[in-house]
Nanobody, 115 residues
Framework: QVQLVESGGGLVQPGGSLRLSCEASGRIFRPYDMGWYRQAPGNQRELVALMASGGSTRYADSVKGRFTISRDNAKIMVYLQMNSLKPEDTAVYYC?????????WGQGTQVTVSS
């Protein structure tokens, strides 16, 4: 059974930074992508950043230049460095591990950007 546990969320002022971490445990068949989605109240869950097994990355336009995704394959961890945070970044952030035809999700971690 695959489990994902996120950490690092919290309350931050506009312009501040946070770093999210996600650790996966269990048996995950390669290749797999790792990444982050977010969901704000009343909105659909949206892709924030994704890193493929080969290292290529994809970002939402709204976070390009501010967020950076990285992963540690040995530890099966993925990170999201979030800089220059804006109030519109407020959401629950979910870690995802994607294998062909299936996604594993974490429980989510709240990020609130407010003065």
């Amino acid at each position: 059974q695959v489990q994902l546990v996120e950490s690092g969320g919290g309350l931050v002022q506009p312009g501040g930074s946070l770093r999210l971490s996600c650790e996966a445990s269990g048996r995950i068949f390669r290749p797999y992508d790792m990444g982050w989605y977010r969901q704000a109240p009343g909105n659909q869950r949206e892709l924030v950043a994704l890193m493929a097994s080969g290292g290529s990355t994809r970002y939402a336009d709204s976070v390009k230049g501010r967020f950076t995704i990285s992963r540690d394959n040995a530890k099966i961890m993925v990170y999201l460095q979030m800089n220059s945070l804006k109030p519109e970044d407020t959401a629950v952030y979910y870690c995802v591990v994607r294998i062909p035809q299936f996604n594993y999700w974490g429980q989510g971690t709240q990020v609130t950007v407010s003065s």
